[in-house]
């Protein structure tokens, strides 16, 4: 007997047999290979490259049936089953290469078949299981490509197969988000673990993102939302990543007004959930991967603050209003002590021309706020009353005469608004330069440089 033939015949008799014996129902036997290699050393079996090829050609049917959720492999109460067939997988160097070559979308459109099948709720943990072993073992797909087919199928308002298939598609899409990004293996496998971890989560995400419900039976997208809010507190932490998209899909979800209203209702309860709970980033990443288009998008856009933020925006107004407060006691502060200074110049008998000069070359605004209270303060001096009525007209019309200009210059800027902009960048070049709104154009008030040609008309008249 010749070693290939010996080999085929162990392998036949000690992992095909027990694999064939457990899809009968049978149990795991004790001395199986693949947790104990003494019955392989007493009877001098190597495990080689020709026992590994030998090996992989004798798995091929069953590896088929294993990746497509075959129910005469994959039967309910496959424990024994999977722990079999992930050693002999472990074991198996030549596993990563077929599988490249594989169907994945045929593969959980299989496992889709099965899990309606067979009702069991370790269904959705074994075809993470397969999925692991493609990660383990160096399958290489056109991840890219294959995640743009799965979003042809799935990104669209409407059930693509059924609630189950739709799920695994969606696990899938994920899986093909994670291996194409430019991350070290490390990396994908951290992000595969927290994918693999909160998938009873992230299967309500993916649903309001692609806009049909998928892994559960529910109809009305507020059932779907009560048991986020409800299922599980483990969901609490990432709730406001639900909420963001919901936010952001409601619009598109299809309803008439009286569901759109229920729905509605509903986000503004669980704004008052997320409120009460300190967000999670720990699924950004990941989600940010899964839709690169619009998940940091929605965030930005959605996502309530947080008790920090809240707290640190609260103090950010409350620094400025005192800020404010303290401008404001300056301002008046100063005013007061020139009002002061204009008395003792009046009642030092100062000719009030001269107080006239300098009271109206202060900004209009102050000018006019320290004639009031000289005013009340100088109500019984005879030659401040014999002066004030002069004095109050040319406030005025200093008031009057710089409302005209700023009028004017405003009417300069809108005509500039509405018409071509072939000047705009020599204007700006003169020394002009946009306000802080990026809206309105100040000119520059150094004469020696250009004008714009509509402020030398309107200069012009």
């Known amino acids: 007997m010749n070693q290939t033939y010996s080999l085929e015949k162990y392998i036949e008799s000690r992992v095909i047999g027990r694999l064939e014996h457990m899809m009968d129902g049978g149990g795991m036997y004790d001395d199986t290979p693949w947790y104990s290699c003494t019955w392989e050393q007493e009877n001098n079996i190597k495990r080689d490259p020709e026992y590994g090829?030998?090996?992989?050609?004798?798995?091929?049917?069953?590896?088929?049936?294993y990746l497509n959720g075959d129910t005469r492999l994959c039967k309910k109460n496959m424990e024994n089953i999977?722990?079999?067939?992930?050693?002999?997988?472990?074991?198996?160097?030549?596993?990563?290469?077929?599988?490249?070559?594989q169907n994945l979308i045929a593969m959980a459109e299989g496992w889709g078949d099965n899990m309606q099948r067979i009702e069991e709720p370790k269904r959705m943990s074994q075809y993470f299981q397969v999925l692991e072993h493609l990660f383990n073992t160096g399958c290489q797909q056109d991840w890219k490509k294959l995640s743009e087919e799965l979003e042809e199928d799935l990104f669209k308002a409407e059930v693509y197969s059924d609630y189950r298939t739709d799920e695994l598609l969606c696990v899938l899409h994920a899986f093909t988000m994670i291996m194409q990004q430019d991350w070290t293996q490390d990396?994908?496998?951290?992000?595969?673990?927290?994918?693999?971890?909160?998938?009873?989560?992230?299967?309500?995400?993916?649903?309001?993102?692609?806009?049909?419900?998928?892994?559960?039976?529910?109809?009305?997208?507020?059932?779907?939302?009560?048991t986020v809010m409800k299922s599980s507190s483990s969901f609490f932490p990432h709730?406001?990543?639900?909420?963001?998209?919901?936010?952001?899909?409601?619009?598109?979800?299809?309803?008439?007004?009286?569901?759109?209203?229920?729905?509605?209702?509903?986000?503004?309860?669980m704004l008052a959930v997320v409120n009460s709970h300190e967000p999670s980033e720990a699924l950004y990443t990941l989600c940010d991967a899964l839709f690169p288009a619009?998940?940091?998008?929605?965030?930005?856009?959605?996502?309530?603050?947080?008790?920090?933020?809240?707290?640190?925006e609260n103090k950010r107004k409350d620094k400025i209003l005192e800020e404010l407060r303290q401008e404001n006691q300056e301002t008046r502060d100063k005013i007061e002590r020139l009002t002061k200074k204009y008395r003792a110049a009046i009642e030092a008998s100062i000719p009030i021309e001269d107080i006239e000069k300098e009271l109206l070359s202060l900004p209009i605004n102050t000018a006019w706020d320290i004639f009031c209270s000289l005013n009340e303060l100088l109500a019984d001096h005879d030659v401040?009353?014999?002066?004030?009525?002069?004095?109050?007209?040319?406030?005025?019309s200093k008031f009057n005469e710089d409302e005209a200009k700023k009028e004017k210059l405003y009417d300069v800027m809108e005509k500039m608004a509405n018409k071509p902009t072939k000047y705009i960048d020599k204007f700006l070049n003169s020394?002009?330069?946009?306000?802080?709104?990026?809206?309105?154009?100040?000119?520059?008030?150094?004469?020696?440089?250009v004008e714009h040609p509509y402020l030398v008309a309107e200069a012009n008249g």
């Open 187 to 226: 990396e994908k496998w951290e992000q595969f673990g927290l994918l693999t971890k909160h998938w009873k989560f992230l299967k309500y995400y993916y649903s309001i993102m692609i806009r049909h419900i998928v892994g559960v039976k529910y109809t009305r997208w507020t059932d779907v939302t009560d």
């Open 239 to 269: 709730l406001h990543i639900y909420y963001c998209g919901l936010t952001e899909r409601i619009g598109s979800l299809g309803l008439d007004f009286k569901h759109f209203k229920k729905l509605d209702d509903m986000r503004m309860r």
């Open 294 to 312: 619009d998940f940091q998008r929605m965030l930005n856009e959605h996502r309530p603050k947080t008790y920090g933020e809240l707290e640190d």
């Open 82 to 101: 999977r722990l079999f067939m992930k050693n002999v997988i472990e074991e198996d160097k030549e596993f990563g290469a077929w599988a490249s070559q």
């Open 53 to 65: 090829c030998i090996l992989h050609k004798k798995m091929l049917p069953y590896y088929g049936m």
């Open 384 to 396: 401040w009353r014999s002066y004030d009525r002069e004095i109050r007209k040319k406030l005025k």
């Open 431 to 449: 020394g002009a330069y946009y306000d802080n709104d990026g809206a309105t154009i100040i000119p520059s008030m150094d004469k020696n440089k």
